[in-house]
């Protein structure tokens, strides 16, 4: 498989297991590779086997928050950018600001638009010299 045809990698980080287990069903039809984690320690052991390009990381979680784990992630993957979206409920600037500050690229809100989703990660793609692969499979219906 060459460079251009690797798909996307996506951790998808939510303590609401179905929340994280729907998004990585769609996910895995757009073409994405994908890890689900449940919490943010997991999802720190994971990055490391998983190694995404892209994650999807709830704001809001008990233990170990999203913004925490963001600023991890962020030290941790220094070599080689990690896109990170926050997926939360809570839209107000002041949310926008602390995502912003803990170093997301972009913040969602719950419920997420996936033809928003779809066109992010189609634009993550470019950024990284891979091919078109979700923009492809979300115009032909997958």
């Avoid at 998808?12 to 039809?29: G, H, I, P, T």
Wanted: aromatic fraction near 6%; hydrophobic fraction near 45%; charge should be negative.
């Amino acid at each position: 498989m060459n460079v251009e045809a690797v798909p996307l990698r996506v951790m998808c980080v939510d303590d609401n297991q179905d929340a994280a287990d729907s998004a990585a069903v769609l996910l895995e039809l757009y073409g994405c590779e994908v890890a689900v984690c449940y919490d943010g320690p997991s999802a720190l052991a994971e990055a490391l086997r998983f190694s995404p390009d892209v994650c999807l990381i709830d704001f809001n979680m008990p233990g170990m928050s999203g913004c925490e784990l963001a600023e991890r992630l962020r030290q941790w993957r220094r070599s080689r950018p990690v896109f990170l979206i926050a997926v939360t409920a809570n839209g107000t600037d002041a949310a926008r600001e602390m995502t912003t500050t803990a170093g997301f690229d972009r913040h969602l809100v719950k419920p997420v638009d996936w033809s928003e989703l779809s066109a992010i990660l189609s634009d993550i793609e470019h950024a990284l010299g891979r091919a078109e692969g979700v923009s492809k499979r979300v115009q032909r219906g997958h």
